[in-house]
Protein backbone atom coordinates (compact mmCIF):
# COMPACT_ATOMS: atom_id res chain seq x y z
CA UNK A 1 0.00 0.00 0.00
CA UNK A 2 2.79 2.23 0.99
CA UNK A 3 4.30 1.86 -2.63
CA UNK A 4 0.88 2.76 -4.63
CA UNK A 5 0.28 5.68 -2.33
CA UNK A 6 2.33 7.07 0.72
CA UNK A 7 -0.66 8.84 1.97
CA UNK A 8 -3.06 6.33 2.32
CA UNK A 9 -3.42 4.79 5.66
CA UNK A 10 -4.79 1.12 7.38
CA UNK A 11 -7.50 1.78 10.13
CA UNK A 12 -7.58 -1.47 12.21
CA UNK A 13 -11.09 -2.30 13.52
CA UNK A 14 -9.22 -4.21 16.46
CA UNK A 15 -11.40 -4.85 19.11
CA UNK A 16 -8.77 -6.20 22.02
CA UNK A 17 -6.72 -5.43 25.04
CA UNK A 18 -4.16 -3.02 24.68
CA UNK A 19 -1.70 -5.44 25.10
CA UNK A 20 -2.49 -7.25 22.52
CA UNK A 21 -3.28 -4.66 19.89
CA UNK A 22 -0.19 -2.98 19.92
CA UNK A 23 0.83 -5.92 18.26
CA UNK A 24 -1.03 -5.04 14.86
CA UNK A 25 0.78 -1.30 14.43
CA UNK A 26 3.97 -3.96 13.46
CA UNK A 27 7.39 -2.90 14.45
CA UNK A 28 7.59 -1.39 17.99
CA UNK A 29 9.27 1.33 16.86
CA UNK A 30 8.30 2.90 13.66
CA UNK A 31 4.94 0.82 12.97
CA UNK A 32 5.24 -0.92 9.82
CA UNK A 33 1.68 -2.68 9.53
CA UNK A 34 -1.70 -0.83 10.87
CA UNK A 35 -1.18 2.72 10.80
CA UNK A 36 -4.39 3.79 13.22
CA UNK A 37 -6.10 1.62 15.47
CA UNK A 38 -9.47 2.18 16.98
CA UNK A 39 -9.03 2.83 20.86
CA UNK A 40 -12.88 0.58 21.52
CA UNK A 41 -11.75 0.78 25.42
CA UNK A 42 -11.33 4.29 25.37
CA UNK A 43 -14.38 4.44 23.91
CA UNK A 44 -16.68 2.39 25.60
CA UNK A 45 -14.93 3.91 29.07
CA UNK A 46 -16.16 7.20 27.68
CA UNK A 47 -19.58 6.16 27.51
CA UNK A 48 -19.19 4.64 31.55
CA UNK A 49 -18.22 8.08 32.43
CA UNK A 50 -21.01 9.84 30.54
CA UNK A 51 -23.17 7.51 32.46
CA UNK A 52 -22.11 7.91 35.56
CA UNK A 53 -21.23 11.49 35.56
CA UNK A 54 -18.03 10.74 36.46
CA UNK A 55 -15.16 11.31 34.56
CA UNK A 56 -12.32 8.90 36.07
CA UNK A 57 -13.03 5.63 33.91
CA UNK A 58 -11.88 7.75 30.85
CA UNK A 59 -9.18 8.95 32.60
CA UNK A 60 -8.03 5.13 33.60
CA UNK A 61 -8.10 4.65 30.07
CA UNK A 62 -5.95 7.12 28.83
CA UNK A 63 -3.32 6.69 31.79
CA UNK A 64 -3.48 2.82 31.16
CA UNK A 65 -3.07 3.02 27.09
CA UNK A 66 -0.08 2.10 25.70
CA UNK A 67 1.97 5.02 23.65
CA UNK A 68 1.69 3.56 19.64
CA UNK A 69 5.14 3.64 17.28
CA UNK A 70 6.04 6.93 16.03
CA UNK A 71 4.32 6.70 12.61
CA UNK A 72 1.28 5.13 14.10
CA UNK A 73 -1.77 6.47 16.20
CA UNK A 74 -4.79 5.75 17.93
CA UNK A 75 -8.11 6.45 16.25
CA UNK A 76 -10.85 8.39 18.56
CA UNK A 77 -14.21 7.71 17.64
CA UNK A 78 -17.54 7.73 19.62
CA UNK A 79 -19.90 5.93 17.01
CA UNK A 80 -19.35 4.00 14.18
CA UNK A 81 -21.36 2.15 11.72
CA UNK A 82 -21.75 -1.00 13.86
CA UNK A 83 -23.30 -1.25 17.03
CA UNK A 84 -21.65 0.83 20.43
CA UNK A 85 -20.29 -2.14 21.26
CA UNK A 86 -19.36 -2.14 25.48
CA UNK A 87 -17.63 -5.96 25.59
CA UNK A 88 -14.95 -4.88 27.21
CA UNK A 89 -17.07 -3.39 30.50
CA UNK A 90 -17.98 -5.43 33.08
CA UNK A 91 -21.47 -7.05 33.13
CA UNK A 92 -22.20 -5.06 35.85
CA UNK A 93 -20.61 -1.46 34.02
CA UNK A 94 -22.48 -2.50 30.72
CA UNK A 95 -25.88 -2.77 32.74
CA UNK A 96 -24.90 0.78 33.71
CA UNK A 97 -24.32 2.01 30.24
CA UNK A 98 -27.74 0.09 28.95
CA UNK A 99 -30.03 1.83 31.82
CA UNK A 100 -28.61 5.42 30.87
CA UNK A 101 -28.54 5.07 27.05
CA UNK A 102 -30.55 2.23 25.64
CA UNK A 103 -33.58 1.39 28.21
CA UNK A 104 -35.68 -0.36 26.24
CA UNK A 105 -34.45 -3.77 24.84
CA UNK A 106 -35.04 -2.93 21.38
CA UNK A 107 -32.32 -0.55 21.55
CA UNK A 108 -29.61 -3.20 22.53
CA UNK A 109 -28.17 -5.79 20.28
CA UNK A 110 -25.89 -9.09 20.98
CA UNK A 111 -26.68 -8.80 24.86
CA UNK A 112 -23.06 -6.52 24.24
CA UNK A 113 -23.96 -3.33 22.20
CA UNK A 114 -26.49 -0.23 21.55
CA UNK A 115 -28.27 0.27 17.94
CA UNK A 116 -28.59 4.18 18.52
CA UNK A 117 -26.75 7.14 17.42
CA UNK A 118 -25.16 9.63 20.23
CA UNK A 119 -28.18 12.45 20.13
CA UNK A 120 -30.61 9.51 20.68
CA UNK A 121 -28.62 8.38 23.49
CA UNK A 122 -28.22 11.83 25.31
CA UNK A 123 -32.08 12.83 25.09
CA UNK A 124 -30.72 15.84 22.39
CA UNK A 125 -29.14 17.52 25.11
CA UNK A 126 -27.03 19.83 23.10
CA UNK A 127 -24.77 20.26 25.93
CA UNK A 128 -23.82 16.72 26.05
CA UNK A 129 -23.92 15.96 22.70
CA UNK A 130 -20.98 18.90 22.33
CA UNK A 131 -19.32 17.53 25.12
CA UNK A 132 -18.99 14.15 23.60
CA UNK A 133 -17.46 15.69 20.35
CA UNK A 134 -15.05 18.01 21.71
CA UNK A 135 -13.82 15.04 23.53
CA UNK A 136 -13.29 13.36 20.40
CA UNK A 137 -11.65 16.35 18.77
CA UNK A 138 -8.85 16.68 21.88
CA UNK A 139 -8.13 13.34 22.84
CA UNK A 140 -4.60 12.72 21.97
CA UNK A 141 -4.76 10.84 18.56
CA UNK A 142 -6.92 10.88 15.77
CA UNK A 143 -10.55 11.56 15.37
CA UNK A 144 -12.90 9.37 13.36
CA UNK A 145 -15.84 10.99 12.39
CA UNK A 146 -19.54 8.81 11.08
CA UNK A 147 -21.29 10.26 8.70
CA UNK A 148 -24.63 12.08 9.85
CA UNK A 149 -22.69 12.69 12.94
CA UNK A 150 -21.10 16.37 11.80
CA UNK A 151 -25.41 17.14 12.26
CA UNK A 152 -26.63 15.32 15.01
CA UNK A 153 -28.91 12.74 13.06
CA UNK A 154 -30.57 9.85 15.06
CA UNK A 155 -31.47 6.57 14.09
CA UNK A 156 -34.62 4.14 13.12
CA UNK A 157 -34.80 1.42 15.66
CA UNK A 158 -38.16 0.03 12.97
CA UNK A 159 -34.99 -1.74 10.92
CA UNK A 160 -33.27 -4.68 11.64
CA UNK A 161 -30.15 -4.93 13.68
CA UNK A 162 -27.47 -2.73 12.83
CA UNK A 163 -29.42 -1.34 10.06
CA UNK A 164 -30.81 1.26 12.15
CA UNK A 165 -28.14 3.79 12.37
CA UNK A 166 -27.11 3.11 8.51
CA UNK A 167 -29.94 5.17 7.45
CA UNK A 168 -29.29 7.69 4.26
CA UNK A 169 -27.61 10.79 4.58
CA UNK A 170 -30.19 13.71 5.57
CA UNK A 171 -28.90 16.48 2.88
CA UNK A 172 -31.85 18.46 2.72
CA UNK A 173 -35.80 18.42 4.02
CA UNK A 174 -36.85 17.64 0.53
CA UNK A 175 -38.01 13.90 -0.43
CA UNK A 176 -35.64 11.25 1.00
CA UNK A 177 -33.36 14.02 2.88
CA UNK A 178 -32.33 14.80 -0.71
CA UNK A 179 -29.92 11.91 -0.54
CA UNK A 180 -31.90 9.92 -3.84
CA UNK A 181 -34.88 10.69 -5.44
CA UNK A 182 -35.05 6.81 -6.26
CA UNK A 183 -37.89 4.81 -5.78
CA UNK A 184 -38.98 2.90 -3.32
CA UNK A 185 -36.60 4.69 -1.35
CA UNK A 186 -34.26 3.73 1.34
CA UNK A 187 -36.18 3.97 4.57
CA UNK A 188 -35.09 7.31 6.60
CA UNK A 189 -35.25 8.59 10.33
CA UNK A 190 -38.47 10.24 11.13
CA UNK A 191 -39.89 12.25 13.82
CA UNK A 192 -37.58 14.41 15.80
CA UNK A 193 -34.31 13.51 13.91
CA UNK A 194 -35.81 13.31 10.88
CA UNK A 195 -34.29 15.13 7.70
CA UNK A 196 -37.58 17.86 8.07
CA UNK A 197 -35.56 19.24 10.96
CA UNK A 198 -32.29 17.71 11.01
CA UNK A 199 -30.14 18.27 7.73
CA UNK A 200 -27.55 19.75 5.91
CA UNK A 201 -28.60 22.70 4.15
CA UNK A 202 -30.55 24.03 7.56
CA UNK A 203 -27.94 23.81 9.56
CA UNK A 204 -25.24 25.51 7.12
CA UNK A 205 -27.67 28.58 7.55
CA UNK A 206 -27.53 28.11 11.82
CA UNK A 207 -24.36 30.03 13.16
CA UNK A 208 -25.48 27.51 16.31
CA UNK A 209 -26.18 24.38 14.88
CA UNK A 210 -23.86 21.05 15.46
CA UNK A 211 -22.18 21.21 12.19
CA UNK A 212 -21.03 24.91 12.74
CA UNK A 213 -19.76 23.57 16.43
CA UNK A 214 -17.98 20.54 14.89
CA UNK A 215 -16.28 22.52 11.92
CA UNK A 216 -14.96 24.40 14.93
CA UNK A 217 -13.39 22.11 16.49
CA UNK A 218 -11.91 20.60 13.08
CA UNK A 219 -10.24 24.07 12.45
CA UNK A 220 -9.20 23.94 16.14
CA UNK A 221 -8.12 20.75 16.01
CA UNK A 222 -5.77 21.51 12.67
CA UNK A 223 -4.29 24.34 14.76
CA UNK A 224 -3.39 22.36 17.60
CA UNK A 225 -0.63 19.70 16.74
CA UNK A 226 0.01 18.97 20.28
CA UNK A 227 -3.66 16.98 20.49
CA UNK A 228 -2.10 14.80 17.78
CA UNK A 229 1.33 14.31 18.28
CA UNK A 230 2.00 15.64 21.44
CA UNK A 231 2.82 14.03 24.93
CA UNK A 232 0.29 14.24 27.30
CA UNK A 233 -0.48 14.18 30.88
CA UNK A 234 -4.20 13.71 32.74
CA UNK A 235 -3.87 16.09 34.88
CA UNK A 236 -5.53 16.62 38.81
CA UNK A 237 -8.94 18.65 38.55
CA UNK A 238 -10.28 18.48 42.10
CA UNK A 239 -13.22 17.10 40.71
CA UNK A 240 -13.68 13.56 39.49
CA UNK A 241 -16.69 14.77 37.18
CA UNK A 242 -13.73 16.47 35.44
CA UNK A 243 -11.35 15.17 32.89
CA UNK A 244 -8.28 17.22 32.32
CA UNK A 245 -5.70 16.67 29.83
CA UNK A 246 -2.27 18.43 28.55
CA UNK A 247 -0.53 18.26 25.87
CA UNK A 248 3.09 18.88 24.72
CA UNK A 249 5.05 19.49 21.68
CA UNK A 250 8.34 21.22 20.72
CA UNK A 251 7.32 24.19 23.52
CA UNK A 252 3.48 24.14 22.59
CA UNK A 253 1.26 23.35 25.75
CA UNK A 254 -2.65 22.85 25.14
CA UNK A 255 -4.95 21.78 27.80
CA UNK A 256 -8.68 20.36 27.55
CA UNK A 257 -11.09 20.38 30.50
CA UNK A 258 -14.52 18.65 30.07
CA UNK A 259 -17.25 18.32 32.78
CA UNK A 260 -19.21 15.03 32.86
CA UNK A 261 -21.59 16.25 35.45
CA UNK A 262 -24.91 18.67 35.65
CA UNK A 263 -23.68 21.19 37.72
CA UNK A 264 -21.34 24.01 37.62
CA UNK A 265 -17.32 23.49 38.72
CA UNK A 266 -15.03 25.44 39.79
CA UNK A 267 -11.53 24.17 38.17
CA UNK A 268 -7.84 24.70 39.86
CA UNK A 269 -4.84 23.09 37.80
CA UNK A 270 -1.11 22.80 38.72
CA UNK A 271 0.39 23.09 35.18
CA UNK A 272 4.13 21.89 35.95
CA UNK A 273 6.47 24.10 33.55
CA UNK A 274 4.11 27.51 33.34
CA UNK A 275 3.80 30.26 35.63
CA UNK A 276 2.58 33.76 35.43
CA UNK A 277 5.00 34.40 32.54
CA UNK A 278 2.00 32.64 30.07
CA UNK A 279 -1.42 33.14 30.00
CA UNK A 280 -4.47 30.52 28.90
CA UNK A 281 -6.22 31.45 25.86
CA UNK A 282 -9.67 30.04 25.64
CA UNK A 283 -9.80 28.80 21.85
CA UNK A 284 -13.40 27.60 21.67
CA UNK A 285 -15.08 30.41 23.70
CA UNK A 286 -14.00 34.04 24.61
CA UNK A 287 -11.96 34.74 28.06
CA UNK A 288 -7.72 34.88 28.89
CA UNK A 289 -6.94 32.81 32.10
CA UNK A 290 -3.93 33.95 34.16
CA UNK A 291 -1.23 31.79 35.76
CA UNK A 292 -0.05 31.86 38.86
CA UNK A 293 3.72 31.93 39.68
CA UNK A 294 3.24 28.80 41.35
CA UNK A 295 1.78 27.52 37.92
CA UNK A 296 -1.91 26.95 38.85
CA UNK A 297 -4.32 28.48 36.86
CA UNK A 298 -8.39 28.28 38.43
CA UNK A 299 -10.70 28.78 36.01
CA UNK A 300 -14.90 27.60 36.15
CA UNK A 301 -16.75 24.98 34.12
CA UNK A 302 -20.88 25.27 33.18
CA UNK A 303 -22.87 22.23 33.54
CA UNK A 304 -21.04 19.44 30.76
CA UNK A 305 -18.83 22.78 29.57
CA UNK A 306 -15.99 21.72 27.94
CA UNK A 307 -12.78 24.08 27.31
CA UNK A 308 -9.30 24.21 25.13
CA UNK A 309 -6.79 26.50 26.19
CA UNK A 310 -3.57 27.45 24.82
CA UNK A 311 -0.60 28.47 26.63
CA UNK A 312 1.06 31.03 25.60
CA UNK A 313 3.15 34.65 26.12
CA UNK A 314 0.58 37.43 26.68
CA UNK A 315 2.28 39.56 23.89
CA UNK A 316 1.31 36.09 21.53
CA UNK A 317 -1.96 35.33 22.72
CA UNK A 318 -4.70 35.45 20.67
CA UNK A 319 -7.42 38.00 21.01
CA UNK A 320 -10.98 38.08 22.16
CA UNK A 321 -13.49 38.63 19.90
CA UNK A 322 -14.49 41.55 21.76
CA UNK A 323 -10.85 42.87 21.40
CA UNK A 324 -11.01 46.27 19.41
Same mark, same amino acid.
Given at each position: ???????? !????????????? #??????? +? #??????? @???????? /????? +?? /????????????????????????? *?????????????????????????? $????? /?????????????????????????????????????????????? &????????????????????????? *??????????????? &?????????? /???????????????????? @??????????? +???????? #???????????????????????????????????????? #? +??? &???? !??????????????? @???????? $???????????
Amino acid at each position: MNRRDGGA !ILLGEVNLPYTDL #LTYFGNT +L #LGNEITV @CFDFIGMQ /RMYLA +LA /RQDARPLAAALRERPKPPRDSQWAI *FVRNHDELTLDKLSEKEREEVFEAFA $PDKDM /RIFDRGIRRRLPTMLDGDRRRVRLAYSLLFSLPGTPVLFYGEEIGM &GENLALEGRSSVRTPMQWTPNLHGG *FSTAEPAIPITSGAY &GPERVNVSGQ /RRDPDSLLIWITRLIAQYRE @CPELAWGDYDV +LDAGDTAV #LAHRADIDGGTVLAVHNFADRKIDVELTLDGLDSGKVLTD #L +LLD &GTIE !ISDEGVAGFDLEPYG @CRWFRAST $PETAPADSTSP
